[in-house]
C-alpha cells in the first residue's frame, strides 16, 4: 500500500515522470516493483491546456528566434 501512494504521489509532483523513472526512483528507496506494477497505479493527469507548454517555450525563447514564411 505505500508504494502506490509513493507511485501516486510521485506521479502528481512530476507529470512528466513515466513508468521506467518511477521504477528506478523506488528502487533508489529500496523498493523493487516492475515497470507494469508502476503503469498500472499511475495517476493519469488530464492536461486541460496542452499548448501551454509550446507558448510558454515561445515566450522564453522569442528574443532568440527567427521566423520566416515561404
Given at each position: 500500500m505505500?508504494?502506490?501512494?509513493?507511485?501516486?504521489?510521485?506521479c502528481?509532483?512530476?507529470?512528466?515522470?513515466?513508468?521506467?523513472?518511477?521504477?528506478?526512483?523506488?528502487?533508489?528507496?529500496?523498493?523493487?516493483?516492475?515497470?507494469?506494477?508502476?503503469?498500472?497505479?499511475?495517476?493519469?493527469?488530464?492536461?486541460?491546456e496542452?499548448?501551454?507548454?509550446?507558448?510558454?517555450?515561445?515566450?522564453?525563447?522569442?528574443?532568440?528566434?527567427?521566423?520566416?514564411?515561404?
Amino acid at each position: 500500500m505505500a508504494v502506490i501512494m509513493l507511485i501516486k504521489r510521485m506521479c502528481a509532483e512530476n507529470v512528466t515522470r513515466g513508468a521506467p523513472r518511477i521504477k528506478d526512483e523506488l528502487a533508489l528507496l529500496g523498493h523493487t516493483v516492475a515497470i507494469s506494477t508502476v503503469a498500472k497505479y499511475l495517476v493519469r493527469m488530464r492536461r486541460t491546456e496542452p499548448d501551454q507548454w509550446w507558448k510558454t517555450f515561445l515566450q522564453n525563447h522569442m528574443a532568440a528566434t527567427a521566423a520566416c514564411d515561404f
